[in-house]
């Protein structure tokens, strides 16, 4: 074949496969069976192969998967991706019905579902996709182009040739989520708590094979630029967006008039939720005209044209077999309830936290109640109350403990605090949950060092302290022998291992478990010290000179640094080859931010005051709740309050809200 006839030949594969998956995923209506599908992409991959100088990443072959990154690139959105209010009764949709028509605005809106998911922002140039995002913070999200392109029902190719972006939800359909628990069920695996968690976590693989076996879908519900396409509603941007190819959800955005066909639409909509292929935590109410939509603007947060409407938590009863004692990494010790497993939200619950004495003390719980539980963000079980007309006298009254579970010391509880400590550094507990600690994702982030792993290693005397970690491998003719441990999970585990050693200073600093030093903190110190050794040696006035870190964490620190046990572990760290230094990028420099404080007082209508201070921050600056001398500049929107004045009396360059938008928007 010539090569023009070939790449005729390729072009038509294309259009037949992406309108396939089109007539399939997007209108649900499959006009070629499975087995002609699979024959038209095969011949595609096939030319492809043998011809790469046609290769694009608009090519349905795409779909598969198959492109691996090294890590997500951070991506600037072209306009803030807002997120909406939440509201949770009919009363507080009222009061935004009532605002609307106070502003001169007609109530008439289109009611969506709220698709539990994470948003995306897609981008299309001359009607290819091009990149896809994350929301991130709303200013700055990651590029997930190589999963998203995965995801049948996004098209590759519009069906006009335009440029543009439109956002919606990428969601796991409810069965995808049920059989993929099936399965890791069986593989002895942590079962995916909700189909957001499992979506996100999809989303965030740098391998888009994975992704691509996750069937993910989506729904797109809006358009951030409708002015550009001449669109006057809501409703048009929808029918547009859907007419361009787009999976739009047109059960489900009629107009609805006034209060009362609002309360009928969340009615209906949580008769139909259960019997949905997809989750709905809510739904969302958007004013239609995009003229009013204009009128109302934004707050600092949110668009005041929309709220989304949560529905109230679900909620089941079971039984509270037991109370149960666990010993944390600070020797802290939390009653947890046992319970008889239910199924809440999609997953079976079989313990809840109780938190402490009082919390079990104040929900007067007794060991044989009928509990009504919850997921608290719709992820962790919370025991709400006992059923007390349910008691049958059998019950039996919470008893505290006295000594620790797992080693037997006498606990303590400080003085005007809630919790009890186990204060044995020797305590088998508390050694395990310090290796689970420092194997945690936000630490070093050993993949198969979980916390069951950790646990049997430990009582197996393979790992008894950090350093253990890094000398498993010479337990690899062990290890295979074990139950459910092979060669290659070995090897991967090992792998794991060697590889965290590269992590970069916070990591391992967080790991360390110093009192008082979340991920944040950690990061912080990494990037002002840059090594361990300069930590080492820093004194109480350094740390405490930090802006962030008070008294104590400096106490924390310097004792932790001090103690000669310590200081052995870091040098051996550093003997086993474990990178002690930070190796993030530093902080950026820019002529307005660099070096200076900042105040902000009064409402911005650009931009969330916490983005704008991580913009800042990001630069090198910092920000301040009070005026002072020390100020450098202070940013002034709407209805400013005293530290205006305050500025003004001390002579402290002023920016209003125009000057700081013009900085970020050319940055
Ligand atoms: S509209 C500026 N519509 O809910 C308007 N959001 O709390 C942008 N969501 O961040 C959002 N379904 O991730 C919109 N039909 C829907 C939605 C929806 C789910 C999510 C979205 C957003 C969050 C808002």
Redesign the pocket.
């Known amino acids: 074949m010539e090569k023009s006839e070939i790449k005729s030949r390729i072009d038509y594969l294309r259009k037949v496969c992406n309108d396939a998956n089109y007539e399939y995923y997007v209108l649900d209506n499959p006009t070629l069976t499975d087995q002609e599908f699979d024959k038209f992409l095969r011949e595609l991959e096939i030319l492809e192969e043998e011809n790469p100088e046609f290769d694009s990443s608009s090519s349905p072959t795409k779909k598969v998967g198959g492109e691996v990154i090294d890590k997500f690139k951070k991506v600037r959105h072209k306009i803030p991706?807002?997120?909406?209010?939440?509201v949770f009764s009919l009363e507080e949709i009222e009061s935004f019905n009532t605002r609307i028509i106070k502003d001169e605005v007609k109530p008439i809106y289109v009611c969506?579902?709220?698709?539990?998911?994470?948003?995306v922002s897609l981008h299309y140039e001359k009607g290819e996709l091009v990149y896809a995002a994350t929301?991130g913070d709303g200013i700055v999200g990651e590029d997930i182009t190589h999963n998203v392109r995965t995801i049948r029902s996004v098209p590759l190719i519009l069906k006009q040739p335009i440029d543009i972006e439109v956002?919606?939800?990428i969601y796991m359909p409810k069965n995808v989520l049920k059989e993929i628990n099936i399965k890791r069920e069986k593989d002895n695996l942590p079962i995916l708590q909700n189909v957001r968690n499992a979506a996100a976590g999809s989303i965030r693989q740098l391998d888009s094979k994975v992704a691509a076996e996750r069937k993910l879908d989506t729904?797109i519900?809006?358009l951030p630029n409708p002015e550009d396409y001449g669109i006057k509603s809501h409703q048009e941007a929808l029918q547009f967006m859907n007419d361009l190819g787009f999976k739009v959800?047109r059960e489900v955005n009629s107009i609805v008039k006034g209060i009362e066909e609002i309360e009928k639409f969340i009615e209906i909509a949580s008769q139909k939720r259960d019997s949905l292929a997809y989750e709905i935590d809510g739904i969302?109410i958007?004013v239609n005209d995009l003229v009013s939509q204009k009128k109302l603007g934004f707050t600092s947060k949110y668009?005041k044209w929309?709220v989304?409407y949560k529905f109230p938590a679900k909620e089941v009863l079971t039984k509270l077999k037991d109370i149960i004692f666990t010993v944390g990494r600070t020797g802290r010790i939390t009653p947890n309830a046992v319970l008889d497993p239910v199924i809440l939200m999609g997953s079976t619950v079989k313990r809840a936290t109780l938190h402490n004495e009082d919390y079990v003390l104040m929900k007067d719980l007794k060991i044989g109640d009928v509990v009504s539980i919850r997921k608290a963000g719709d992820v962790i079980p919370e025991v709400i109350e006992a059923k007390i007309a349910r008691r049958s006298g059998i019950e039996k009254d919470f008893q505290m403990i006295n000594n620790c579970p797992i080693c037997g010391s006498i606990l303590e509880k400080k003085k005007d605090q809630v919790d009890y400590y186990c204060l044995n550094e020797l305590c088998p507990a508390r050694k395990v949950e310090a290796l689970i600690h420092y194997c945690s994702r936000k630490a070093m982030n050993i993949e198969g060092l979980g916390e069951e792993i950790i646990e049997d290693f430990y009582n197996l005397g393979f790992i008894k302290t950090i350093l253990d970690i890094y000398r498993l491998k010479d337990h690899r003719k062990d290890l295979i022998e074990l139950e459910g441990f092979g060669n290659k999970s070995v090897d991967n585990l090992l792998q794991a291992i060697e590889e965290s050693k590269k992590n970069s200073l916070e990591r391992l600093l967080f790991g360390l478990g110093i009192s008082g030093i979340g991920d944040k903190t950690a990061l912080l110190l990494a990037k002002i010290f840059k090594s361990l050794d300069k930590m080492r040696e820093a004194t109480y006035e350094q740390y405490n000179n930090i802006k962030d870190i008070g008294p104590t964490l400096a106490k924390n620190l310097v004792d932790f640094f001090q103690d000669e046990i310590n200081r052995e572990l870091i040098s051996s760290l550093k003997k086993l080859g474990i990178n002690i230094k930070y190796l993030g990028e530093d902080d950026k420099f820019n002529e307005f931010f660099t070096g200076k404080c900042f105040v902000l007082t009064g409402t911005l209508s650009f931009m969330d005051r916490d983005n704008l201070v991580s913009i800042i921050e990001s630069y090198g600056g910092s920000s301040s709740s009070s005026v002072s001398r020390k100020t450098d500049v202070v940013i002034v929107g709407d209805k400013p309050g005293s530290k205006y004045n305050k500025a003004l009396d001390l002579g402290i360059e002023i920016w209003n809200e125009e000057k700081i938008k013009s900085i970020v928007n050319n940055l």
Not at 81 to 86: F, I, K, Q, V, Y
Not at 112 to 119: P, R, T
């Open positions: 991706m807002l997120s909406l209010p939440d969506e579902y709220k698709i539990d998911g994470l948003s929301r956002r919606g939800e729904w519900y809006h959800n969302v958007k668009p929309a989304a």
